[in-house]
């Protein structure tokens, strides 16, 4: 069992940074692959990004590319998602999720076990 915790959201204007923080309890993240994934209203959830559990190798949505960074301390049991460049489009609830699955890309929410209860974000213009 995992439970997950996000922080760090709030409002910031385009163009700004953000850091996101998962922090996670029960198991270590060193054993699950971790997500990001977003919803905005009236929207369905999609895939932000993940790193890998082995490597820390990352994968993001071709949204986010170049602009949100994802990294993990497995010591403090903590993934993050540096957020850059933001846009009014990014604004959403983020959501931190964690998988013992081993496969890739992982983009597809119904392939996360366990899930954090999100932290707005709001981007102005």
């Known amino acids: 069992q995992v439970q997950l915790v996000e922080s760090g959201g709030g409002l910031v204007q385009a163009g700004g940074s953000l850091r996101l923080s998962c922090a996670a309890s029960?198991?270590?993240?060193?054993?699950?692959?971790m997500g990001w994934f977003r919803q905005a209203p009236g929207k369905e959830r999609e895939f932000v990004g993940r790193?890998?559990?082995?490597?820390?190798?990352?994968y993001y949505a071709d949204s986010v590319k170049g602009r949100f960074t994802l990294s993990r301390d497995n010591a403090k049991n903590t993934v993050y998602l540096q957020m850059n460049s933001v846009k009014p489009e990014d604004t959403a609830v983020y959501y931190c999720?964690?998988?013992?699955?081993?496969?890739?890309?992982?983009?597809?929410?119904?392939?996360?076990?366990?899930w954090g209860q999100g932290t707005q974000v709001t981007v102005s213009s």
């Open positions: 790193i890998s559990r082995r490597d820390s190798a990352t």
């Open positions: 999720a964690a998988t013992p699955r081993l496969g890739s890309p992982l983009q597809r929410a119904v392939e996360y076990e366990y």
């Open positions: 029960g198991r270590t993240l060193s054993t699950n692959n």
